[in-house]
């Protein structure tokens, strides 16, 4: 089986915490983003209580542990490795120069990543279970899901399409994607990045319209969209960032 085994982590200074959690005897941790009290917006308002979900890149696991507690069976899933990493070609840029050492750099990013997760699920007393392997092609025996959540991954990958065809093999009623969205009909998808911001990490934001065409296509439907303002406490952000959750279900 790809699932793998839990971790042991005692120090929360071996961590990096993506979301901010409050843990028990730790208090409140995280630098990224602050989702507390909004699992009901975040997920479109789909019922999770006794469904089997899939978490796609989960980082500390904020949201998989918020699904338990709405009576959820979660699986965790992340990346294995850096190198399913893809950024965006930038002149001088260690990921662009010099790929295995961006890499053997970024190693311990992910692995504190990880740790993060694994003191919260071990806080939390959570039954999750967690795979790491690549969001393109996710292993077939961690058997099938009811619903898969995909949480602000698409815009960091080169192709959200091959990513999204990867879930659905593996999902069998409802996709919910909670990202940044172009609010237009067409079928059109921007670029993020920009030379003079020098940010290699976000690829794409596409329209609702295309959305609802990549999964008729594969025979589902998407029955709502919802648009919430969350708050983010990462350096250099605006305090709210407003995200589109859009609801797929898969047709008979």
């Not at 904020?62 to 338990?68: Q, V, W």
């Not at 699920?121 to 996710?138: E, K, N, P, T, W």
Request: glycine residues 8%.
């Amino acid at each position: 089986m790809s699932f793998a085994e839990p971790k042991y982590v005692e120090n929360k200074d071996d961590c990096w915490f993506y979301h901010v959690m409050d843990l028990p005897g730790i208090g409140t941790v995280g630098d990224s983003w602050d989702l507390r009290g909004r699992i009901t917006d975040y997920t479109g308002g789909v019922e999770l209580a006794g469904r089997r979900v899939l978490d796609v890149g989960t980082a500390s696991g904020f949201l998989t542990f918020e699904m338990e507690r709405q009576r959820a069976e979660v699986v965790s899933f992340d990346a294995d490795s850096p190198l399913r990493s893809f950024l965006l070609p930038m002149r001088g840029g260690m990921f662009t120069e010099n790929r295995q050492h961006w890499a053997d750099h970024y190693e311990g990013v992910l692995r504190k990543l990880n740790n993060s997760y694994w003191l919260a699920h071990r806080l939390y007393g959570s039954r999750a279970r967690v795979c790491y392997g690549d969001v393109y092609d996710i292993p077939a025996d961690i058997g099938n899901f009811d619903i898969a959540l995909v949480g602000q991954i698409l815009v960091h990958l080169s192709d959200p399409v091959r990513a999204l065809s990867s879930i659905m093999d593996r999902c069998r009623d409802y996709i919910i994607i909670t990202e940044g969205m172009l609010d237009r009909d067409e079928p059109v998808a921007a670029l993020c990045a920009r030379a003079r911001d020098r940010n290699p990490w976000s690829w794409w934001h596409y329209s609702i319209g295309l959305y609802r065409e990549i999964f008729a296509l594969a025979g589902w439907k998407i029955e709502r969209v919802n648009r919430a303002k969350y708050r983010c406490i990462a350096s250099g952000s605006p305090p709210q960032i407003e995200l589109t959750t859009i609801v797929a279900r898969r047709l008979p």
